[in-house]
């Protein structure tokens, strides 16, 4: 979708950036995929410390349901990614761009001294949350969610690199290329029969044991300054 189409009223704040995210970023969009896009827009100044706020985030979703957008304000998805949400780490650092800035360009810059190794509790409890919904719905969709989350938690933890495509990461069971081509025939379809359990918990503890031994520090190295790119991006709508 032209992003330059959307309708004025769905976001009408300048975007920092839009990329996309879902099963297209993670590698194993099915057919009838819908298309997730992700992004930041900028409150002005006065919709931030006025007595009438602005929105915090912003959802529309296309008439035929194939392309929904959620854009958060930055100063709150900078607050996300002070709180080492993986989530919006991954948006940000999408390689699927559809709309970039130059301010962008600096949190992507930035984000390498934002890591941590506590990084690795998204992770660890994304994936449980979706082990569990498949073990509840038998679904392949989170069964995928799962081993996706894990690997890319894993691949963090070892290398200080965000990567979410399920086709590039290593070190999943050896079955699931077989996964991602069933999944590419319905967004919704059953898991084939198997006993999935030991292998997700394998990948469990070894995200665990690569917490552990990460390199990656504790504290994000450098949160000072994401603080002074939101206090002089704001000043700057204000002329200052």
Not at 71 to 90: I, P, S
Not at 146 to 160: A, K, P, Q, S
Not at 168 to 184: C, N, Q, S, T, V
Request: proline content about 7%.
């Amino acid at each position: 979708m032209n992003l330059a189409e959307l309708p004025e009223d769905v976001c009408p704040y300048p975007r920092v950036f839009v990329t996309v995210s879902g099963a297209h970023l993670y590698g194993f969009p099915s057919r009838d995929s819908d298309l997730d896009l992700r992004g930041v827009h900028l409150l002005p100044p006065e919709e931030v410390v006025g007595l009438v706020q602005g929105p915090e985030t912003l959802t529309w979703m296309s008439q035929d349901r194939q392309t929904d957008l959620v854009t958060h304000d930055l100063l709150k998805f900078c607050r996300l990614l002070r709180k080492r949400n993986g989530y919006v780490l991954e948006q940000l650092l999408s390689p699927l761009v559809r709309e970039t800035t130059p301010v962008h360009e600096e949190l992507i810059a930035l984000a390498p001294r934002l890591l941590t190794s506590h990084h690795a509790h998204h992770y660890l409890g994304f994936a449980r949350t979706q082990w569990r919904l498949h073990e509840k719905t038998g679904e392949l969709k989170p069964l995928l969610y799962t081993f996706r989350v894990l690997l890319t938690g894993i691949h963090l933890m070892r290398t200080g690199e965000v990567l979410c495509d399920l086709n590039e990461l290593e070190g999943g069971p050896a079955y699931l290329p077989e996964l991602i081509g069933l999944k590419r025939s319905a967004e919704h379809v059953a898991a084939p029969a198997g006993d999935f359990a030991p292998d997700v918990a394998a990948l469990l503890a070894r995200l665990e044991d690569e917490r552990a031994a990460s390199r990656l520090p504790e504290e994000p190295r450098d949160g000072a300054a994401l603080h002074d790119l939101v206090v002089r991006i704001r000043l700057a709508e204000r002329g200052d």
